[in-house]
């Protein structure tokens, strides 16, 4: 029981760090008042520049894969509690007054920390859906979705891979909703 909280704490306060703010801020840039104003990688790369984007990318991806894995050594059952924390620290960030991030790279870091293959066809998704769509966003959804397809698959983990999934459509609903129901000024 010890390791399970453990794993909740450390892994909410590693997510709740935003590599994009803190970027951002140290180059001079309110992330939060340009473009989507979205915390993460993909605004920061369009506000920042693709190095950047990248470079915010790999550090959400590792906030959650590192405590994820940590934790895994010690129990399973921790690794997938220490992942989720991340992602859910990540989203709802107390030092971002609970506006953080969408939680992909973060979300994706976890499934890396405790089930590194499945991440391939998560990956796969992303990317196949990507370039045939052309819409970060639905890339996102799509390879979130694919998450508890593969446990399914695997018979390992569902519920997790399910609130994972979970997660990421939330955060993601204004994103749909903006496109299915433009604005005129968005037209």
Partial sequence: MGALIAAVLVGYVIGAVNPAILIARAKGVDLRSIGSGNPGASNAGRALGRRTGVLIAILDVAKGAVPAACFDVVDHRAGLVAGLAAVLGHVTSPFLKGRG?????????????????????????????????????????????????????????????????????????GNVYRRVRPTARDA
Avoid: E, Y
Wanted: avoid cysteine.
């Fill in 101 to 173: 991030g969408k939680g992909v790279a973060t979300a994706a870091g976890a499934v890396l920390g405790v089930h590194p293959l499945w991440v391939v066809f998560v990956i796969a998704m992303w990317v196949l859906v990507l370039v045939a769509s052309r819409w970060i966003a639905l890339a996102s959804i799509l390879a979130s979705l694919s998450v508890p397809a593969v446990a399914l698959l695997a018979d390992q983990d569902v519920w997790w891979a399910a609130v994972l999934a979970g997660i990421v459509l939330v955060r993601h609903t």
